[in-house]
């Protein structure tokens, strides 16, 4: 697959984000290697790669030319930062619409928007081969990835709910405001807000009291006559 996106990183700095070639080989696993030493929540260490440049550059290009499958890496300047990229479960009918990803960068990078959108990347690549799941195994306590994935996950919710709720308001208003008032303590919620702001105003009357100047009030109750 094809995938080529400029993005500009926290630091002000740009990074280029490409589907990886041929000759992207030697540097690609020079990264594998960085990465994998640098932390424990990827698959493998370092010194468990058996590719070669020759065989990774044969890799790189088969992902090139996939219709599916896609290795991404995110450059910064001259240095690859960051790889991902995403692998179909299967070729079987009901595999077909599954495909695997997984996103690392390295350690000098993290913190400035690498890894979020490298997730993005593989995203878009899934969304553009027919994939309609997207699936990544996780450590429990990798909490950096969560909360990257977490947070795509809700902003994806909420932008495919909202846009359901504003499909079904134009479609059948009648169905979805009665579905409101029933499913939910409406009266009650009104009550509380009715009664909250009833008590603000209240404060606020109270508190204006308070600090008004005595003097002041006195004065305007009572003139001072010639």
């Keep these: 697959m094809q995938y080529n996106r400029t993005i500009q990183l926290r630091d002000g700095r740009a990074c280029v984000l490409r589907h990886a070639l041929a000759e992207d080989a030697a540097a690609v696993i020079d990264n594998f290697n960085l990465t994998h030493g640098e932390t424990d929540y990827l698959l493998t260490y370092p010194d468990e790669s058996r590719s070669d440049v020759a065989a990774e550059a044969r890799f790189l290009q088969a992902k090139a030319d996939s219709a599916n499958e896609v290795e991404i890496i995110a450059q910064v300047g001259d240095v690859i930062a960051g790889t991902a990229g995403i692998d ?83 479609e059948d208003p009648a169905t979805v405001l009665s579905m409101l008032w029933h499913g939910f303590p409406v009266v009650t919620l009104l009550s509380v807000w009715g009664g909250l702001t009833l008590v603000w105003a209240l404060l606020l009357r109270w508190l204006d009291g308070r600090c008004r100047p005595r003097g002041v009030s006195q004065m305007r109750r009572s003139p001072t006559r010639p």
Aim: charged share 20%; with cysteine; aromatic share 12%.
């Design 88 to 170: 179909a479960v299967g070729g079987r009918y009901k595999l077909r619409h599954r495909a695997e990803f997984g996103v690392s960068v390295a350690r000098e990078y993290w913190g400035l928007g690498i890894g979020r959108a490298l997730l993005n990347a593989c995203i878009d690549c899934a969304r553009q081969a027919g994939y309609t799941q997207l699936e990544l195994d996780v450590v429990a306590d990798n909490a950096r990835v969560l909360g990257v994935i977490e947070l795509n996950f809700y902003q994806e919710f909420h932008q495919r709910l909202n846009a359901l709720v504003f499909q079904y308001l134009g």
